[in-house]
């Protein structure tokens, strides 16, 4: 069975930065893309990141390009989200999420980040 | 980026009445090659993530009652619950795979009526 588990939200002040894994199981994590999807409270889905399965393609949207950076360590089944320069509006669940034959059929339960002094 | 529009932006709905959700993009998202349209549908429930209910714009993922059924193509597409139930309250989105970044509609809230 696949699982996607994130964590390593919380709360963090504008500005700071925090670091989000994925550990994934029940598949081979190293040879699938990655993603990353996030929604702001009450609001839509809007996508953030991915990675390619070694890891040497990498994707940013426009909104936290310069600011995040994507990773895998396919040693350990973890895909991460290093987050810097955090906003107010990067408030948001994060969810990590894997596809199959191109579809995005697995997501994780997410991990909230919250930006706020 | 491809703009993925929905309509309505609510509806409400007796129990075992129709439902329908439109989704419009703004580019075509059926490649002509297989065919297939890089079309999907999730339901959201407060408080969980997205669940898969239609991908390729009409195929039905395991698991998912008949009651959800999905249609169009290119850029006009359609999620019919068929008979409302009330555990189908949740916000609906729909979501192209087509091209990078992914886009998903702002997503649709279902009630009952």
């Known amino acids: 069975e696949v699982q996607l588990v994130e964590s390593g939200g919380g709360l963090v002040q504008p500005g700071g930065s925090l670091r989000l894994s994925c550990s994934a199981s029940?598949?081979?994590?190293?040879?699938?893309?990655m993603h990353w999807v996030r929604q702001a409270p009450g609001k839509g889905l809007e996508y953030v990141s991915a990675?390619?399965?070694?890891?040497?393609?990498?994707y940013y949207a426009d909104s936290v390009k310069g600011r995040f950076t994507i990773s895998r360590d396919n040693s350990k089944n973890t895909l991460y989200l290093q987050m810097s320069s955090l906003r107010a509006e990067d408030t948001a669940v994060y969810y990590c999420?894997?596809?199959?034959?191109?579809?995005?059929?697995?997501w994780g339960q997410g991990t909230l980040v919250t930006v706020s002094s | 980026d491809i703009v993925m529009t929905q309509s309505p932006d609510s509806l409400a709905v007796s129990l075992g009445e129709r439902a329908t959700i439109n989704c419009k993009s703004s580019?075509?998202?059926?490649?002509?090659?297989?065919?297939?349209?890089?079309l999907a549908w999730f339901q959201q429930r407060p408080g969980q993530s997205p669940k898969l209910l239609i991908y390729w714009a009409s195929t039905r993922e395991s698991g998912v009652p008949d009651r959800f059924s999905g249609s169009g193509s290119g850029t006009d597409f359609t999620l019919t619950i068929s008979s409302l139930q009330a555990e189908d309250v949740a916000v609906y989105y729909c979501?192209?795979?087509?091209?990078?970044?992914?886009?998903f509609g702002q997503g649709t809230k279902v009630e009952i009526k």
């Open positions: 979501q192209q795979y087509y091209g990078t970044p992914w886009t």
């Open positions: 999420v894997k596809i199959d034959a191109m579809v995005p059929g697995y």
């Open positions: 990675i390619s399965s070694n890891g040497d393609s990498t």
């Open positions: 029940g598949f081979s994590f190293s040879s699938y893309v």
């Open positions: 580019q075509s998202v059926l490649f002509t090659t297989n065919n297939k349209n890089y």
